[in-house]
């Protein structure tokens, strides 16, 4: 079995960096599918970049699965390899992860699929655009148990300290994918011509290719492989996992079905004021990757720390976080301040849509920061096993400050309000993310750095 990385030893920004670093290519790379696909669908008229607005905030709701799953899992292990509780129960856990992981998906996607019309229609979708969506989903559906089953393969990797596997199975599967998009889009090289629903056939195509290299590689390495009793401490595993996994797919769940709900709140602008929303948030999504990349890399780092019982160090970890998420987020609003009519001009062809996406980079950006704060002390405190907490986070910032704010917003200043609800929304999230990692133990204010005791450490 590969060596795992002890992220309980040396500098912390070290092993926050070793996991993070690889990781911001690897989810660059993903999300980069977005852009592609709203790109080139932009291409082809209003309908299909509008059915892109409608898609993806479904679409990454329904993603948190993953996601959370992928937080238990990461959880689970990282604490069992700081225990050092041996090679045969990380391995069993990742094993575990994966069976559960697996069949929840499936499940999962079937609904969807029989679910997709009346969804669409209830938050907004014309007829029109009803068409292009279902184009879209039916490939969607059939590729997202393979979404999960890379995830959480990847999950093993990242609690291991191994973060550039992951990021180049990642990224690998992104190169495919938006390889394949103009292809299948537009019917290039003798292929059909299918539109918005090429766009998910290249992801389902990606999706099967990079589930299969990550879990080849995972058992190569031993992270990942059959045991000779394979439902020995199932229950345990299935326990450990939910406890930390079912909160955080909820609470990964939160920001996009309420983005999708803010959505339709800027459908009753017009379809044009959708597309220019739906391309914006994309690039929000790619200007958010170094952030993300640190909750990726703070999980493994608190978890691994927790289960050895240094929770000073899992606190400078995250300390160093919102540090970097701070300097980062007001570099980056800079840039998008100065350069967000090209930006949206290069993915919304239509000028009103155009207008709209440079409008909410030129001012929404400057609360980015508070985005990277939230997700973060999410990541954190997932890790430390207190997904109730940062489920906790991710309802307030949606459904007490963005979604009442952005319907309000738009009832009275049209557009200009949903801005102003993103901007509170942002820095309020910050503002309780500090107050909540503080309460958890994993943000210290002026306090000496030391070990807790075993009792302190399960507290």
């Known amino acids: 079995m590969a060596k795992s990385r002890d992220l309980t030893q040396g500098p912390v920004w070290r092993g926050l960096a070793a996991v993070s670093a690889p990781m911001s290519l690897g989810i660059l790379g993903v999300l980069s599918v977005g852009l592609a696909d709203a790109y080139f669908l932009g291409q082809l008229g209003g309908e299909p970049l509008a059915a892109v607005g409608f898609i993806y905030p479904v679409t990454t709701a329904i993603t948190s699965l993953s996601i959370g799953l992928s937080a238990g899992a990461n959880a689970a292990i990282s604490q069992a390899i700081g225990r050092r509780d041996g090679e045969d129960a990380e391995a069993r856990l990742a094993l575990h992860a994966v069976l559960i992981g697996v069949t929840l998906a499936s499940i999962v996607a079937l609904l969807f699929f029989a679910a997709a019309t009346p969804l669409f229609r209830l938050i907004g979708a014309t007829d029109s655009v009803l068409l292009e969506i279902n184009a879209y989903v039916g490939y969607w559906a059939l590729s997202f148990p393979f979404l999960v089953l890379m995830m959480l393969t990847q999950a093993a990797f990242r609690a291991h300290g191994d973060g550039a596997r992951a990021a180049i199975v990642m990224v690998a599967m992104a190169l495919l994918n938006v390889a394949l998009d103009p292809l299948l889009i537009f019917g290039l090289w003798g292929l ?88 914006a948030t994309r690039v929000q999504s790619l200007a958010l990757v170094p952030m993300l990349a640190l909750s990726s890399g703070i999980g493994p780092v608190v978890g691994q720390n927790w289960g050895a019982e240094r929770p000073d160090r899992a606190a400078r970890g995250l300390g160093l976080s919102f540090a970097v998420c701070l300097v980062y987020g007001l570099v980056a609003a800079f840039g998008l301040w100065a350069f967000a009519d ?62 009442p704010g952005a319907w309000l917003g738009v009832t009275v200043l049209g557009y200009t309000g949903v801005l102003i609800a993103a901007l509170i929304a942002n820095i309020g999230g910050a503002a309780a993310a500090l107050v909540l990692a503080s309460h958890t133990g994993l943000l210290r204010w002026g306090k000496p750095s030391r070990p807790a005791t075993g009792e302190q450490a399960q507290a």
């Open 192 to 279: 059909p011509d299918l539109g918005t629903g090429g766009a998910a056939l290249a992801t389902l195509i990606a999706r099967v290719a990079g589930a299969t290299a990550a879990v080849l590689w995972a058992i190569k390495l031993g992270f990942l492989r059959w045991p000779e009793q394979v439902t020995r401490r199932f229950t345990q595993s299935l326990r450990a996992i939910a406890t930390v996994g079912g909160p955080a797919a909820l609470s990964n769940a939160i920001n996009p079905a309420g983005m999708a709900l803010v959505t339709a709140a800027v459908a009753t602008l017009g379809e044009t004021a959708v597309g220019g929303f739906g391309a």
């Open 342 to 403: 090209p930006i949206a001009t290069l993915l919304a062809r239509d000028t009103s849509a155009a207008d709209h996406a440079a409008q909410y980079l030129r001012y929404v950006s400057w609360s980015f920061f508070g985005y990277g704060f939230l997700v973060t002390a999410n990541a954190a405190m997932n890790a430390r096993n207190k997904a109730i907490w940062s489920m906790s986070l991710s309802l307030g910032r949606i459904f007490l400050l963005y979604l």
